[in-house]
């Protein structure tokens, strides 16, 4: 085991445990890295490359959760094409006009605006926006219990 490398794969772990909560860092993608890189400094003794697949497997669920996790919101609240697309949207547009929080106020806002535009009430509208909020969060923690697997995973290959 190699002390340096330890420091750069922890340092990358918790970068990307923090990217699950600031969209400026892509988190999964940062603890794989990690991994990679200590593998790399002690030239990949006990790390085999099947342990990397692995790993990127998971980093490719925690992409599908962080996709379809606020479109689940949506649809389980009985949201429609225009909400879904809406929070899609508002995702994007709320991240570049409030920063972090806009993942999770754009989202809401955009499912709101599209269930509005259908001239649904505003009742309906809200309660949409709710199921993304609810979408977000439970993406939310199940992306944090996916990286948390993927690390003790690590500690348990290292040592």
Do not use: C, H
Request: glycine fraction near 16%; hydrophobic fraction near 60%.
């Amino acid at each position: 085991m190699s002390i340096i490398g330890m420091i750069i794969a922890v340092l990358f772990f918790i970068a990307g445990v923090a990217g699950t909560l600031l969209p400026a860092l892509p988190g999964a993608p940062l603890i794989w890295l990690g991994m990679f890189l200590y593998g790399w400094i002690v030239d990949f003794n006990n790390l085999p490359w099947t342990f990397f697949v692995g790993q990127g497997l998971a980093v490719a669920l925690i992409f599908f959760v962080d996709y379809f996790a606020g479109a689940w919101g949506v649809s389980r609240y009985g949201g429609s094409k225009e909400a879904v697309w809406g929070s899609v949207i508002g995702g994007l547009l709320g991240l570049i006009l409030m920063g972090p929080f806009g993942l999770i106020f754009g989202p809401f806002i955009g499912a709101v605006a599209g269930e509005l535009y259908l001239k649904n009430s505003p009742e309906k509208a809200f309660r949409v926006g709710v199921g993304t909020l609810i979408g977000f969060l439970g993406g939310f923690l199940l992306k944090l219990a996916i990286e948390i697997v993927m690390i003790v995973w690590f500690f348990i290959a290292v040592f």
